[in-house]
């Protein structure tokens, strides 16, 4: 066992509880604090039940939330409040109040409850958007050191993509006020960046974009998010006939690029290449029938499917906007996709090695890259393995090794 005593706070199985995983693996997990974990016991199986008379989908998400791994770890969750926040999460300002308070009640808990409370944590590992300054005031004041992971790039650089795009493809969504609640967020980015003593981030996107923040490079780290590569084994697509198809997972928005695929579908001949795209619509009616002359558009499918639609595939199109780290992305990989995706998929797909990276409007470049792979069989099925290859590097054992890494050289700093 590590003498680095680590506590991590998530809500949900974020990254299939990849963090916790990662520091049990190192011996350094003591507690996990999150909102809700299926311990299977009698009332969570109310709880269960509870939930699936408003929601089967989110029924079918807490069942799932649970991991083996973790029966001799103290869990801390808070399971009626977690209904006043999930279960009241809907349009109306009495529903609002409920989940907001609910939040504000499990953060108090947490400052009263468990190791991080009575001291005997070295490390607390959370994301960015689950403490407010006063949570990470108390968890210094506790003596932690505090590792902040960073999801998404920040907000201002999210917020500056989003006003050029909907100024440079307008009618595909309405656009947002420039102050929706976006001040408080940027203020709450630049806060964590002093209160932190490390900011963890899944790509060189999001680390530029704190960059421009003025964050310390040296205070950030690239650790890419794991990815368990065993629900999507490798498909040989050599010997297909018939048109090439260029397969898309995600939301039908325009953060993921959708009016830049229909730009690109339209330069094809629909007996040469088949766009497909799977996830559900949230562009305006017109843009949505526009697109759908030039794209099949699949609507949303159950997690469980995607790996059958990936087999489908031949080419993996991502001509995302702004993201964090793509993780469909890393799962089309997995299957041996070569992928063509844009600088800000935040992907660790290398350009020229498992597929194509190009600018966000570079659709001509983008265009080109779909091209070659479509006449090239073997330049398919090469850059296919190599991204395969590529993305079991990132496995849990690799995130162990790497978290535990940084743990240790931040403690032992501490402590000179």
């Excluded at 999150?34 to 029924?59: E, G, Q, V």
């Excluded at 770890?73 to 409920?98: E, M, N, Q, T, W």
């Excluded at 697509?237 to 953060?255: A, D, E, F, H, K």
Aim: proline fraction near 5%.
């Amino acid at each position: 066992m590590s003498e680095i005593k680590v506590a991590v706070i998530q809500d949900g199985a974020r990254l299939h509880y990849a963090v916790p995983l990662a520091f049990q693996h190192a011996g350094m997990l003591n507690a996990l604090y999150t909102d809700w974990y299926n311990r299977r016991t009698l009332f969570t199986k109310l709880s269960i039940s509870l939930a699936r008379l408003i929601s089967a989908s989110n029924a079918d998400r807490m069942q799932q939330r649970r991991v083996d791994q973790f029966d001799n770890v103290p869990i801390y969750d808070y399971p009626l409040l977690f209904h006043g926040i999930y279960l009241a999460r809907k349009p109306g300002r009495i529903r609002s109040a409920i989940s907001q308070w609910s939040i504000k009640q499990i953060r108090s808990r947490e400052r009263r409850l468990g190791p991080i409370a009575d001291g005997k944590i070295d490390l607390v590992f959370a994301f960015s958007n689950l403490l407010d300054i006063a949570d990470m005031q108390w968890i210094k004041n506790k003596g932690c050191l505090l590792i902040v992971d960073q999801p998404l790039a920040s907000t201002r650089e999210m917020s500056s993509q989003r006003i050029h795009d909907t100024h440079y493809w307008p009618g595909w969504e309405e656009a947002l006020a420039a102050s929706h609640d976006e001040g408080p967020q940027i203020l709450h980015e630049l806060q964590t960046s002093l209160w932190a003593d490390h900011i963890t981030c899944a790509s060189d996107y999001v680390k530029k974009s704190l960059m421009n923040l003025e964050v310390n490079p040296k205070k950030i780290s690239v650790v890419p998010y794991p990815l368990d590569a065993t629900p999507f084994p490798f498909v040989d697509r050599s010997g297909r006939t018939g048109p090439v198809t260029v397969g898309i997972v995600g939301t039908v928005n325009l953060r993921k690029g959708a009016p830049v695929v229909l730009q690109i579908a339209k330069r094809f001949s629909t007996e040469k290449l088949r766009f497909v795209w799977v996830g559900i619509p949230t562009l305006s009616p017109q843009r949505t029938d526009e697109l759908r002359k030039f794209v099949d558009l699949i609507g949303p499918v159950p997690r469980s499917q995607i790996p059958e639609w990936l087999g489908k595939f031949d080419i993996f199109l991502l001509a995302s906007r702004s993201e964090g780290s793509a993780g469909a992305l890393m799962e089309a990989m997995a299957t041996g996709l070569p992928v063509v995706t844009t600088t800000n998929s935040g992907t660790v797909a290398r350009d020229g090695i498992e597929g194509y990276i190009r600018g966000i409007d570079d659709i001509d470049g983008l265009a080109t890259a779909i091209e070659k792979l479509s006449l090239d069989a073997e330049l398919r099925l090469s850059m296919g393995r190599a991204a395969r290859q590529r993305v079991l590097n990132f496995n849990i054992e690799w995130y162990s090794r790497s978290l535990a890494d940084l743990a240790t050289q931040l403690f032992e700093k501490k402590i000179c």
